[in-house]
């Protein structure tokens, strides 16, 4: 009756096959001649197959013998398929990092820190996905990023949202504006401006219509985008006076104002993973640079 087999008589009959003597294989293995004997004996016991004759005072491979070689080869590949996957992994994670964040980080943020994580791990695969803060929770949620960034609040329970950086927004006005001497605008200068403003939903434009309001302003908005980004270019086109984060702004440089804002006007800049799946290798590292980048470490 045919016994189960232990990967010792396995390693000894692929040893032996790749040697071609018992000698050798014994070498091969750093253990002795009759041992090697004895598990080829023992395989052959338990297979209830011959596996190998003797030919000439040398061990032959039977048909049954090829055959089963094959066999196991296919396993001892996918073995070593599967240390080199574990190599890669110890050194550099999956090799692919998945991020996710709102528009106004992808140009402002991301970028440098990018630049920096490539420094280091140079072949990784990264997937950078903009889109708004609500997409972000469905993509989280569906394991499709591994981090997400928005300057919008997270409210799913499956999330860990940290805020990483509060920085005040900025105003943001065409190059030849009359405000140009100033140091500071503060919100009542902007009385009589055409003010341009993202959408409705969007917590910055939520906190402007506050701050509007207590000073007594009207909160219509003329022209409304659903991004920052769009705010910036009609502002340097000279449509109007806009109120944004510093991350877009600072990639207008050179093509409109850039003023501080008084009243301040804060805006988080949060970061959220699932809570079900730990963070990669490569996701820790992305999130150490991504701190010292902000200034949160």
Do not use: W
Request: charge should be neutral; proline fraction near 5%; glycine fraction near 6%.
């Amino acid at each position: 009756m045919a016994r189960n087999l232990n990967f010792q008589q396995i390693e000894a009959f692929r040893a032996v096959m790749q040697t071609g003597t018992t000698t050798r294989a014994a070498v091969m293995l750093n253990t002795t001649q009759p041992s090697i004997s004895r598990r080829i004996s023992e395989l052959q016991n338990a297979t209830e197959l011959t596996l190998f004759d003797l030919h000439h005072g040398r061990l032959r491979p039977t048909s049954e013998g090829n055959f089963l070689y094959k066999a196991i080869q296919q396993h001892f590949a996918g073995l070593q398929k599967i240390e080199s996957i574990v190599a890669v992994m110890r050194e550099s994670g999956t090799q692919t990092l998945r991020l996710g964040c709102t528009p106004t980080l992808g140009i402002g943020l991301l970028p440098g820190v990018v630049r920096e994580f490539l420094k280091k791990y140079p072949n990784t695969h990264i997937s950078i996905q903009t889109m708004s803060t609500e997409q972000l929770e469905g993509f989280l949620h569906q394991d499709l990023i591994d981090l997400a960034l928005a300057t919008g609040e997270f409210n799913h329970s499956d999330f860990q949202p940290v805020v990483i950086k509060t920085t005040p927004a900025v105003c943001v006005l065409p190059l030849d504006h009359p405000l140009k001497e100033t140091d500071t605008v503060e919100l009542p200068m902007l009385k009589g401006e055409r003010i341009l403003s993202i959408s409705e939903t969007d917590e910055l434009c939520i906190k402007i219509k506050e701050q509007l309001v207590k000073h007594g302003m009207p909160d219509y908005f003329s022209v409304q985008t659903t991004s920052s980004i769009t705010v910036c270019a009609l502002v340097a086109a000279g449509i109007g006076a806009g109120i944004v984060t510093p991350y877009i702004a600072d990639t207008f440089l050179g093509q409109l104002l850039i003023k501080p804002l008084r009243p301040a006007i804060n805006i988080d800049v949060q970061m959220a993973m699932s809570v079900n799946t730990a963070p990669s290798l490569l996701t820790r590292y992305f999130i150490s640079l991504l701190l010292k980048k902000t200034g949160a470490s």
